[in-house]
């Protein structure tokens, strides 16, 4: 079996058109921005009959040349798009066959922005992130990794070997080749984008790393987000004595380098004597706690539904609470056949940390919110009206600090992916065979200028994410601001 191209039959004729108009791209740029910096911006002209009309000049017909040469890159890359699904395995090379693989990837993202943008104007701030070029960008580029991970992890689709397991003979192999002794041309007979040191496949390692970055860097930023607004909204809203404990408590954390203090709480040395274990048992109470006084508060004057909706979210919440920080290999250990699932060690952990690092943050932002909005008059209306203090800071202020917090969660969520990058590069934390980003990177550097696949494809992969959730985060920056 012979070794993959890069672009195999399509790229005879594909390739010359993509160099040619990836420069014209490139002129056109320039073209662009040279023209901005010499010549005056288009003029609108009154006409004698009333109409308007736009004087032309050298910057207008820049930015034709940059949309025109912009929109012809863009009908060659999905030229390679569709080349890539049409064409038999291997007849479009390596790209075709990777994109091949992203299959179930292209189709989710095609249904969720045709609904999305059908649907827009009933979808609140989200719809509204579909005007923004910007926002549908990072949105898109957030998303392929969501649905890579959803399909890879939960549904096994998209990789084509097991991401620990090595073939002998392919250690360090470059791109597209073939696997000894695979007798038919499909999916598993080529390592995709070649070996690592150990002789395990890149792509597959990648595509399960996002499994491990979309597992921890969400979830644990939403658990920061639920200590950190159960704090800060009550040290915002009441001040004095509390603000100032609370305060202290946050700056004494905040005063710690973040890697210093990650190095710290994952080294093994820290794990053995349970200490995560337990910071677990207190910093996973606070959702349970934010659900219970949300419910209350909002349905406290209507006994009869409010102490229901309580005590079964509760309970659900407190069950899954009880299997989360009750693990095997920990000293809290209780649930025995109770337990719904056990997170292994090494994950808690660095689950663990990301929590305790991002929630002070968290804090001072909500902090600051609430103590800007509750001199509203919004709020001393419903101060009036007699509703309790949590009513207030649940369902008046914390809905109006929104768009600020949306905005930091997609922010935060990016800064997590870094540090779990940064954790598997210096193997902390997580497995030395995990294929975590930041794990691949690290085993594949030492050999980066004899072969570079194995460290660079995780790199674009975790600069791609983090590109995508910052540029997010930008759009809905935007439109917040215009809502």
């Not at 689950?351 to 804090?363: D, H, I, L």
């Not at 509703?387 to 935060?412: K, S």
């Given at each position: 079996m012979d070794p993959l191209t890069w672009t195999g039959s399509l790229g005879n004729w594909l390739n010359p058109v993509l160099w040619a108009s990836a420069a014209a791209f490139g002129v056109a740029l320039v073209m662009n921005l040279v023209a901005g910096l010499l010549f005056r911006a288009p003029e609108m002209l009154v006409n004698g009959d009333g109409t308007?009309?736009?004087?032309?000049?050298?910057?207008?017909?820049?930015?034709?040349?940059?949309?025109?040469?912009?929109?012809?890159?863009?009908?060659?890359?999905?030229?390679?798009?569709?080349?890539?699904?049409?064409?038999?395995?291997g007849e479009a090379?390596?790209?075709?066959?990777?994109?091949?693989?992203?299959?179930?990837?292209?189709?989710?993202?095609?249904?969720?922005?045709?609904?999305?943008?059908?649907?827009?104007?009933?979808?609140?701030?989200?719809?509204?992130?579909?005007?923004?070029?910007?926002?549908?960008?990072?949105?898109?580029?957030?998303?392929?990794?969501?649905?890579?991970?959803?399909?890879?992890?939960?549904?096994?689709?998209?990789?084509?070997?097991?991401?620990?397991?090595?073939?002998s003979g392919l250690k360090n192999k470059v791109p597209g080749i073939p696997v000894p002794g695979a007798e038919v041309l499909g999916p598993g007979s080529h390592y995709l984008l070649g070996g690592d040191n150990l002789a395990?496949?890149?792509?597959?390692?990648?595509?399960?790393?996002?499994?491990?970055?979309?597992?921890?860097?969400?979830?644990?930023?939403?658990?920061?987000?639920?200590?950190?607004?159960?704090?800060?909204?009550?040290?915002?809203?009441?001040?004095?004595?509390?603000?100032?404990?609370?305060?202290?408590?946050?700056?004494?954390i905040l005063a710690f380098p973040v890697i210093l203090l990650f190095y710290l709480l994952v080294t093994p040395e820290i794990v053995q004597t349970?200490?995560?274990?337990?910071?677990?048992?207190?910093?996973?109470?606070?959702?349970?706690?934010?659900?219970?006084?949300?419910?209350?508060?909002?349905?406290?004057?209507?006994?009869?539904?409010?102490?229901?909706?309580?005590?079964?979210?509760?309970?659900a919440l407190g069950w899954l609470y009880l299997s989360l920080i009750s693990q095997t290999s920990t000293p809290v250990n209780f649930m025995g056949p109770l337990d719904l699932f056990?997170?292994?060690?090494?994950?808690?952990?660095?689950?663990?940390?990301?929590?305790?690092?991002?929630?002070?943050?968290?804090?001072?932002?909500?902090?600051?919110?609430?103590?800007?909005?509750k001199t509203r008059d919004y709020v001393a209306a419903a101060q009036?009206?007699?509703?309790?203090?949590?009513?207030?800071?649940?369902?008046?202020?914390?809905?109006?600090?929104?768009?600020?917090?949306?905005?930091?969660?997609?922010?935060?969520?990016?800064?997590?992916?870094?540090?779990?990058?940064?954790l598997g590069f210096f193997g902390l934390g997580l497995p030395p065979d995990s294929p975590d980003w930041g794990s691949t990177i690290n085993a594949g550097r030492q050999l980066l200028s004899v072969f570079p696949h194995p460290a660079l494809v995780p790199a674009v992969a975790l600069l791609s994410l983090v590109l995508g959730l910052n540029l997010l985060a930008d759009g809905l920056r935007e439109e917040s601001l215009r809502d």
């Open positions: 308007l009309s736009i004087r032309t000049g050298p910057r207008v017909y820049a930015d034709l040349a940059l949309k025109a040469t912009g929109a012809l890159l863009l009908l060659v890359l999905l030229a390679y798009l569709a080349g890539g699904l049409l064409l038999p395995w090379g390596i790209v075709g066959a990777v994109i091949r693989r992203f299959l179930p990837v292209w189709i989710a993202l095609a249904l969720t922005f045709a609904l999305s943008i059908t649907f827009k104007r009933r979808l609140g701030l989200y719809g509204k992130l579909f005007d923004s070029p910007v926002g549908m960008l990072g949105f898109g580029l957030v998303l392929f990794w969501v649905y890579t991970a959803f399909f890879t992890g939960g549904l096994g689709l998209i990789a084509t070997h097991d991401p620990l397991a090595a073939v395990r496949d890149v792509f597959s390692r990648v595509v399960h790393g996002s499994w491990i970055v979309v597992q921890i860097a969400p979830l644990a930023t939403l658990f920061s987000f639920m200590v950190g607004i159960t704090l800060g909204l009550p040290a915002g809203y009441y001040g004095g004595k509390l603000d100032t404990l609370l305060s202290f408590i946050a700056n004494l349970g200490i995560p274990s337990f910071m677990a048992v207190g910093l996973f109470l606070f959702p349970i706690v934010f659900v219970a006084v949300l419910l209350w508060s909002r349905f406290h004057t209507q006994r009869q539904k409010a102490v229901p909706m309580v005590a079964v979210s509760g309970a056990d997170v292994p060690s090494g994950l808690l952990v660095v689950f663990v940390s990301v929590v305790f690092v991002n929630a002070p943050t968290v804090f001072r932002i909500v902090r600051g919110l609430a103590m800007d909005i009036t009206r007699g509703e309790v203090p949590w009513y207030i800071m649940l369902w008046e202020i914390l809905p109006n600090a929104r768009g600020p917090l949306i905005v930091d969660f997609c922010l935060r969520i990016g800064y997590t992916t870094i540090l779990l990058g940064t």
